[in-house]
């Protein structure tokens, strides 16, 4: 059975950090892509970050690249996500998924539809930035 149980999310002003953890269970990070997403009250869920086959290429939303920055550490089996410059507009929940429904050609469409490319999503952990 898989498991992704994410850690670290919190409050924090704008302008200040904060380092988000997905531990995975019964699923070896690595394999294929693993990712971040995010879902503000009243809007769309989108894709943050992604990560493919532990670092060969990352992905990011444009409104994330140059502050965000997502990892993996393989003797852990997990991911994370570090934020720096927080703004108010990352306020929401942010979910780790994993099992991209293309496999290994997941990078071709890292981030995907949302409600249908990935298998696995964590319970999610809430981000609020106060301006």
């Known amino acids: 059975q898989v498991q992704l149980v994410e850690s670290g999310g919190g409050s924090e002003q704008a302008g200040r950090s904060l380092r988000l953890t997905c531990a995975a269970s019964g699923y070896v990070v690595g394999r294929n892509c693993m990712g971040w997403f995010r879902q503000a009250p009243e809007k769309e869920r989108e894709g943050v970050a992604v990560i493919y086959l532990g670092g060969v290429s990352t992905h990011y939303h444009d409104s994330v690249k140059g502050r965000f920055f997502i990892s993996q550490d393989s003797a852990k089996n997990t991911i994370s996500l570090q934020m720096w410059n927080l703004k108010p507009d990352d306020t929401g929940m942010y979910y780790c998924?994993?099992?991209?429904?293309?496999?290994?050609?997941?990078?071709?469409?890292?981030?995907?539809?949302?409600?249908?490319?990935?298998?696995?999503w964590g319970q999610g952990t809430q981000v609020t930035v106060s301006s």
């Open positions: 998924v994993a099992g991209h429904v293309r496999g290994q050609q997941c990078n071709t469409s890292p981030f995907g539809d949302p409600l249908n490319a990935w298998t696995y």
